[in-house]
């Protein structure tokens, strides 16, 4: 992040809020990174948004698994919501859902779309319904 070097905490962050930086640590089950080549996933991680004049900020702290791609994440089913096997690769994991939908303080149908829109990006789909 900053580099504090030794500077005390609570100094630290009074001059980042001064400079309108806000950092929240976030309650995070899970987080899942998917590339071409495999998909890293985070179990537990400790996860901190901040936010600078707008710009937005994920830092994600953990030991990755990597697993094959397109099968990471809460159970790795290519399952759609209601539980049905599609086959299809953009079908939204039941659990992502259930996620979103506990998170944000919305009906399932809501998370569904915001996790549609956001490519299942979980952090992305509770952000837009905040």
Not at 66 to 71: D, H, L, N, Y
Not at 86 to 111: L, M, Y
Not at 119 to 124: E, F, R, S, T
């Amino acid at each position: 992040m900053l580099g504090g070097g030794g500077m005390n905490p609570r100094k630290m962050k009074q001059m980042m809020k001064q400079m309108g930086i806000d950092v929240t640590e976030l309650d995070v089950e899970e987080v899942v990174i998917r590339t071409d080549e495999e998909d890293l996933v985070f179990d537990g991680p400790q996860v901190t948004r901040m936010d600078a004049q707008g710009q937005e900020t994920y830092q994600v702290v953990g030991e990755p698994e990597s697993v094959e791609a397109g099968t990471g994440g809460s159970g790795g089913s290519a399952s759609g919501p209601d539980g049905d096997d599609e086959g299809d690769a953009s079908a939204i994991p039941a659990d992502d859902v259930a996620i979103v939908a506990e998170r944000a303080g919305v009906p399932e149908e809501d998370a569904i779309e915001a996790l549609e829109a956001e490519d299942g990006d979980l952090a992305a789909a509770i952000a837009r319904l905040e």
